[in-house]
């Protein structure tokens, strides 16, 4: 009869010894107490300090448990202070805890050995004084002389006219600059003011906040050193020194001296073409076609909704600026869009600026914003805040400026100049402050 399955008894599995895992097992560690021949190790706790690196010298004395008053000084025969004078107006103590139920250790280990080390050491907490404070309490009576002896006998058994008379005197002196509670209250605060000097050392100046914010903002990078206009927004830092070799201006240089017409789509390149193309200086006329090609990028741009712009296809960027170097187009559009080809509103405000700084250099330092606010389809106040951000007085023209202006060949009406800004550029610069958000 064969038997049945409760019955049948399953084979060991031989392999079982091999598929459990292994207990891990602890590794020992040695401990050994160190006794270290010379000086013991000392445990300081400095509670409300910041203590500078200072030399202590050692004092020690056999506590009143031990009969050891001579030989090395341990933390269970001797008690030890520390005092420094090396501070110029602070004398730091180090003096041993009161409980003496408590013994402080130091332990190091190796995992190299597993050994671990273990040290008996001195207990101290560092106190800082005032040292001026110090000499006075130790000096107070020698200091003291026969008069002020008299007061204090009077304050404590004359009579109620002596008291008032005194109470009188007191209130009414006048402490000078040499008298001793004056020079008690300037070494304290001078001391205070010494810790506080070494503490804050590494905060930064208010020049630097002042460079970082500025170097944060979507404008070319000032000179906050300058000393003359010219020296604020430098040619190189409006147009890169390889920008400016790929520039053309010997077509249009030619074209203005002989009197032909170039055909321009923006206002304000067209309105001083003939006049800078005709002057001997080339930079200015590398910073009008320069600008004219950041004009043509920008209307060339298409929109990417919420987040701003976005430079088109390639093919599509070429047919509108194939009249242009194609390096220098490359150069631009890595300059002022990001690695997506994207111009959110940083980068977008980033070209604003760099367009209306490259008016004030082409007409010197003093332009009437009101050509490239049309040629940028802006408001008066957008544009503003552009040149403002660069450090500049935007204001309406005055009198003697409007009388000056020719538009189509004719002066500007008193109602034309109202809707003008004439953008000024002066030092010491002057930029917009910081708007703190409002109060809840």
């Not at 730091?92 to 409980?99: A, C, E, R």
């Not at 606010?373 to 500049?392: A, H, P, Q």
Request: contains cysteine; aromatic residues 6%.
């Amino acid at each position: 009869m064969a038997p049945s399955s409760e019955t049948k008894k399953r084979k060991r599995d031989t392999n079982v010894s091999a598929s459990t895992p292994s207990k891990k097992t602890a590794s020992a560690v040695s401990v050994s107490h160190l006794r270290p021949r010379g000086m013991h190790p000392v445990l300081a706790s400095t509670p409300g300090l910041t203590v500078p690196s200072l030399a202590f010298t050692p004092y020690a004395k056999a506590n009143a448990t031990s009969s050891y008053a001579d030989g090395i000084p341990k933390p269970s025969t001797h008690d030890l202070v520390l005092h420094s004078s090396q501070h110029p107006r602070l004398d730091y103590s180090g003096l041993p805890s009161n409980d003496s139920s408590e013994t402080h250790y130091v332990a190091v280990f190796d995992p190299a050995t597993n050994a671990l080390q273990v040290t008996p050491v001195h207990h101290l907490s560092l106190r800082a004084t005032l040292r001026t404070e110090i000499q006075d309490v130790a000096n107070d009576e020698i200091r003291r002389t026969y008069a002020q002896q008299r007061e204090d006998l009077g304050r404590e058994f004359g009579t109620k006219k002596a008291k008032k008379a005194l109470l009188s005197k007191t209130e009414n002196a006048i402490v000078k600059p040499g008298d001793k509670g004056k020079a008690g209250v300037d070494n304290v605060q001078i001391a205070i003011l010494d810790n506080a000097a070494a503490a804050s050392s590494n905060v930064p100046l208010k020049e630097d906040a002042d460079q970082a914010q500025l170097e944060a903002k979507p404008i070319p990078r000032p000179n906050l050193a300058a000393t003359t206009i010219d020296q604020v927004y430098s040619f190189s830092t409006l147009i890169p020194p390889s920008d400016a070799r790929l520039v053309p201006v010997k077509d249009w240089q030619d074209a203005a001296r002989d009197g032909e017409e170039v055909i321009l789509s923006h206002r304000y390149p067209a309105h001083r073409l003939t006049e800078i193309g005709k002057s001997e200086n080339t930079q200015r006329l590398q910073a009008l076609r320069y600008l004219t090609l950041l004009l043509e990028f920008h209307d060339a741009l298409q929109n990417a909704g919420k987040s701003g712009k976005k430079v088109p296809k390639k093919e599509q960027l070429t047919a509108k600026l194939g009249h242009w170097p194609q390096p220098l187009v490359d150069s631009v559009r890595r300059r002022f869009a990001t690695t997506g080809n994207e111009l959110p509103k940083w980068n977008m405000e980033n070209l604003y600026t760099h367009m209306c700084a490259l008016t004030l250099y082409i007409d010197g330092w003093t332009t009437n914003a009101n050509d490239l606010r049309e040629d940028l389809r802006m408001e008066n106040k957008v544009i503003s805040r552009y040149f403002s951000e660069l450090g500049c007085k935007v204001a309406p023209p005055t009198e003697r400026e409007r009388e000056t202006m020719l538009v189509g060949g004719k002066k500007v009406s008193k109602a034309q100049a109202a809707v003008m800004r004439m953008a000024k550029l002066k030092v010491p610069l002057e930029f917009p402050k910081v708007r703190s958000g409002r109060r809840k």
